[in-house]
T-cell receptor, first 119, second 114 residues
Framework: GAVVSQHPSRVICKSGTSVKIECRSL??????MFWYRQFPKQSLMLMAT?????????EQGVEKDKFLINHASLTLSTLTVTSAHPEDSSFYIC???????????????FGNGTRLTVT | GNSVTQMEGPVTLSEEAFLTINCTYT??????LFWYVQYPGEGLQLLLK?????DKGSNKGFEATYRKETTSFHLEKGSVQVSDSAVYFC?????????????FGTGTLLAVQP
């Protein structure tokens, strides 16, 4: 089945540094990538939706200059947390849908998630 | 707006016990409903779905029925196994409008003991 590879699975960084999270679709082309964030005991919250070759669409309340999303190819999307602070510590997970598939019938394929800890 | 509420965990059961994880939703229009499962160290996987009222989604012994009158989509399994231990997420997708977005519940951790 379709696989989304997300790296790293865990990262610890110091406050003020930037962290890049990668999601690759291994055996399909992903025109759309969704980035979610989960706080402890809370729902997965959609942060942004990226489409290959165009700017990402951010959800209300998400700082686009802090969470930089790049979707330069049909198989790779990246999320960069810039100038990270302890409050950015969270679980980040990406998901995508195969190119040409409708949201009605096609499931999302999720990465394994990245646990970010900012010290 | 759209939202999903599911029971808090953790839910701890003995092997072969009956499982129910409650999920209720609030939505405008006619959403599709999903259950996703996340096994330890893995990403979310679609477990089952239902796209209209009274539909029953089923997979791997799990079932959930789309109940419009009670706005619910409770997950059930007659006899759980240790291998079912995971986090289960209820979600809805409301079509139309500017974007189609999955709205998730908080997730329920299920721990099955031998």
């Amino acid at each position: 089945g379709a696989v989304v590879s997300q790296h790293p699975s865990r990262v610890i960084c110091k406050s003020g540094t930037s962290v890049k999270i990668e999601c690759r679709s291994l055996d399909f082309q992903a025109t759309t990538m969704f980035w979610y964030r989960q706080f402890p005991k809370q729902s997965l919250m959609l942060m942004a939706t990226s489409n290959e070759g165009s700017k990402a669409t951010y959800e209300q309340g998400v700082e686009k200059d802090k969470f930089l999303i790049n979707h330069a190819s049909l198989t790779l999307s990246t999320l960069t947390v810039t100038s990270a602070h302890p409050e950015d510590s969270s679980f980040y997970i990406c998901s995508s849908r195969e190119a040409g598939a409708s949201s009605y019938n096609s499931p999302l394929h999720f990465g394994n998630g990245t646990r970010l800890t900012v010290t | 707006g759209n939202s999903v509420t599911q029971m808090e965990g953790p839910v701890t059961l003995s092997e072969e016990a009956f499982l129910t994880i409650n999920c209720t939703y609030t939505a405008t229009g006619y959403p599709s409903l999903f259950w996703y499962v996340q096994y330890p160290g893995e990403g979310l996987q679609l477990l089952l779905k239902a796209t209209k009222a009274d539909d029953k989604g089923s997979n791997k012994g799990f079932e959930a029925t789309y109940r419009k009158e009670t706005t619910s989509f409770h997950l059930e399994k007659g006899s759980v196994q240790v291998s079912d231990s995971a986090v289960y997420f209820c979600a809805l997708l409301n079509y139309g409008g500017a974007t189609n977005k999955l709205i998730f519940g908080t997730g329920t951790l299920l721990a099955v003991q031998p």
